[in-house]
């Protein structure tokens, strides 16, 4: 009885899924308690990538990511920005390639700042960022 109480609440619970969509702008996002949204926009060219965890983000060290699996890297910037709430980080670059390629193909996506380190699920990514980068591709034609 225990297990099907615990199946009946994982199926009740909301699914962390990928969705990808082609306006206004190239926009891949995962909702949850870690939300993450990928956007590109053909006219500056700039790709924005925005993590959402369910604490305040450290304002005073670099962001990171790292991947696991494929082809294990880690990147870093210091040009991030938070939302009013401090929540929200985003960062913003003309070339995402090392993020699309460790998000898709790795086993395993973390985003941090100093301590505070969230990992982003990418189950179920591959066809939505499949769709993202056909998006972004067709909107350079």
């Known amino acids: 009885m225990l297990r ?3 199946l009946a609440v994982l199926l009740a619970s909301p ?3 990928w969705e990808f969509s082609p306006s206004p702008l190239c926009t891949l996002q995962q909702a949850g308690p870690i939300a993450v949204t990928l956007t590109y926009d053909p006219m500056l060219p700039e790709y924005v ?3 959402t965890a369910d604490t305040v983000w450290p304002t ?3 962001f990171f990511m790292t991947f696991a699996g494929w082809r294990p890297d880690r990147i870093q910037t210091d040009r991030q920005t938070l939302s009013e709430d401090g929540r929200s ?3 913003r670059d003309s070339g995402f390639g090392n993020v699309l390629d460790g998000m898709e193909f790795g086993a ?3 985003a941090g700042v100093g301590d ?3 990992t982003i699920p990418t189950d179920g990514i591959s066809g939505p960022m499949k769709a993202f980068r056909v998006c ?3 909107a350079l034609s």
């Open 116 to 118: 505070q380190v969230v």
């Open 89 to 91: 980080l985003s960062v």
């Open 108 to 110: 395993l996506s973390q």
């Open 4 to 6: 099907l109480s615990a």
């Open 15 to 17: 699914a962390n899924a």
């Open 49 to 51: 990538l925005t993590v």
């Open 60 to 62: 005073d060290l670099p």
């Open 136 to 138: 972004e591709t067709a």
